[in-house]
């Protein structure tokens, strides 16, 4: 038997990414990440912030339901620490909410930085008005059951992108990012070493010292658009 079958279905004790990772990694863009990650990790647009201004980051509870039951995410709830990230695969079910103003005031209460749900939340101006980082595939008023089982901290799918418990998962206006758990320590320095990157360039196009980019030359030939020797 694997070790993932002899798990049960609720595993309340995980291993989360460096709670001092968390705060350093929440200083830079999810595209930032996302490109030093290897251009991989960043959930399918479709999931996205109930509003632009919302922000976090935290080590993930990763949350398995049926489509249009939350029992699960209650569970995951109760089982969360303050500055988790509770990630949820609905199925990308938008028939019926899976969260609404209720649960995201419990959440606010308990600590919690964000939901990330491929399904459908409700009472979205509420939850934009209470402030909480609430991502979703859609809205629908329609309520959830509360019945089905799931699982919750087992390996998830969301968004084209497999999460574990424990993994980063950082989220802004643009979307979320996943970072596997072992490797969000060493993507610290890349960050640093992209930002200043791309901040020198925005100040060079201003500065009107470099308007294309140093590269582009070599990539059209590298694609045989332009002959070798030759340049726009």
Sequence with gaps: MSQAAALPDVVRNIERVDAQVVALVAQFPSSILADVAGRRGGLHGRIAPLAPDMRFAGPAITVEVRPGDNLMIHAAMAVAQPGDVIVVDGKGDLSSALMGEIMSQQCMALGIAAVVIDGAVRDSEAIRELGFPMYAAGLNPNGPTKFVPGRLNHPISIGGVTVYPGDLVVGDADGVTVIERS??????????????????????????????????????????????????
């Design 183 to 232: 490797k969000a320590a060493a993507m610290l320095p890349l960050a640093v070493s992209k930002l200043a990157a791309e901040t020198k360039r925005i100040a060079d196009i201003r500065n009107r010292i470099a308007l294309a980019p140093a590269w582009l030359d070599a990539a059209l030939r590298s694609a045989g658009v332009i002959r070798e020797g030759e340049t726009l």
